[in-house]
């Protein structure tokens, strides 16, 4: 963010606004575009594009390239081939084991989109806009901005991908187990004079496992965020308190270099946190599945 203009809300460059030119169109009396919409639009099209391409630098190439053809072509595809092979073997695989092939491309998507919005968040798109609309339409135009912005430090997008998750773990823990599995999974195995208090808990269970993955990784966007604009409206606050330029240009130093040191650890939370996502989400599958291969081998060992 650039300090000249940092605002005397710390959450200013977090809320969601509509896109600029379009205030008057509404549905139910709330924005029909929005800039985070279109954030989350441009980010699944650069994800699509990245994962595109890596596919592309990924696969073996022609015979006539010799041993080359199985060496992945560019910096971007080793990084993204490296990434993927360590969370499939290392991560989804101990978990979901026989069905890793089959939710793999559900799970590295989900985390590359998510990892692509929170670090697409991180460059001060709206702000740009903000310089470039006062310089070339007029000083009047106030907050022009088309997109930009954190799409999940957005609830309603958060919850989105948290709802996603939801149904692909339902759907196969009703493949997995069958009704009477997935029923039996909700009492936990508890006698039936414990029933009136397993089912409920149980059952709010399955809706409070994604509210929490939404919760989580809203929560820590909206808190780097907001920890930036902080350290940026201290230069502001130090001239309208002492309309001192030499204090504040040391205040102003001083959270630059905070804010730069934080905006290496909001690099790290931004893996961090779609790698949650992504975990948790593997881990909710896992539950979900069938484990009759583990009462096998008991039963084999046990003879």
């Not at 606004?17 to 008057?24: A, F």
């Not at 919409?37 to 595109?52: C, E, G, P």
Request: proline share 4%; with cysteine; net charge neutral.
């Amino acid at each position: 963010m650039f300090p000249l203009l940092a605002s005397n809300n710390p959450i200013h460059h977090i809320l969601d606004k509509p896109i600029s030119g379009t205030e008057h169109l509404t549905l139910l009396g709330k924005p029909m575009f929005t800039m985070h919409m279109a954030s989350l639009l441009i980010a699944a099209v650069v994800t699509f594009l990245i994962l595109r391409t890596a596919a592309r630098r990924i696969a073996v190439g022609h015979e006539s390239e010799g041993t080359d053809r199985y060496l992945t072509k560019g910096r971007l595809p080793q990084l993204v081939e490296v990434i993927s092979l360590y969370l499939r073997d290392t991560v989804i695989k101990p978990v979901l084991g026989t069905d890793t092939t089959k939710f793999l491309p559900y799970l590295l998507s989900l985390f590359f989109f998510i990892l692509t919005c929170n670090i697409l968040g991180m460059i001060p798109f709206a702000d740009i806009q903000t310089v470039v609309g006062k310089a070339t339409i007029g000083s009047e135009i106030q907050g022009w901005a088309v997109f930009g912005g954190t799409a999940t430090s957005n609830l309603a997008v958060t919850g989105g991908l948290a709802i996603v998750s939801f149904f692909v773990i339902q759907m196969h823990a009703f493949k997995s187990l069958g009704i009477g599995g997935w029923a039996h999974h909700l009492t936990g195995g508890a006698p039936l004079y414990l029933l009136p208090i397993m089912l409920p808990i149980e059952f709010m269970g399955m809706f409070i496992k994604p509210a929490a993955l939404a919760i989580r990784l809203f929560a820590n966007m909206v808190a780097g965020h907001t920890m930036l604009a902080v350290l940026t409206m201290f230069g502001m606050m130090a001239f309208e308190g002492t309309q001192n330029w030499l204090l504040t240009g040391s205040v102003e130093v001083v959270s630059t270099i905070a804010a730069v040191c934080i905006s290496f650890l909001e690099l790290f939370v931004a893996f961090l946190q779609a790698f949650i996502f992504m975990f948790l989400t593997t881990v909710f599958i896992g539950q979900m599945s069938h484990h009759g291969e583990h009462e096998e081998h008991a039963e084999t060992a046990t003879s």
